[in-house]
């Protein structure tokens, strides 16, 4: 389903799927999080490059944002039911405007 909480009467259900997407990202930021504190405090890589390590992670996420992006966009599905449906409403849309007296000409 592509929805993230689904609707079954008046209960709410939260999708599983979605809890567990935001446990691991919480995982992994606290994985990350106590990397760089435990490199802070060894000093096994020098400090000026320990301080950029944040940065570095910043720019990397958004990178791998972007290319999930591209990816969604790439295998993108068609839906040719719901373009009928589409072309439907807009059929309505224009007989509506038109009794209406709106020009909706082509």
């Known amino acids: 389903m592509c929805f993230s909480i689904l609707s079954f009467g008046t209960e709410f259900l939260i999708n599983i799927h979605t809890m567990k997407h935001i446990v ?3 995982v992994l930021l606290v994985a990350i999080s106590a990397c760089w504190i435990g490199l802070l405090q060894t000093s096994i890589i020098p400090r000026s490059h ?3 390590l944040p940065i570095y992670f910043v720019i990397s996420l958004g990178c791998y944002g972007l290319l999930m992006v591209g990816v969604g966009l ?3 599905p068609t839906c040719p039911q719901e373009a009928l449906l589409l072309q439907q409403d807009i059929v309505e849309a224009k007989e509506f405007l038109k009794r209406r007296g709106v020009d909706v000409s082509e």
């Open 50 to 52: 320990t301080w950029l």
């Open 74 to 76: 790439m295998n993108f």
């Open 24 to 26: 691991k990202i919480m």
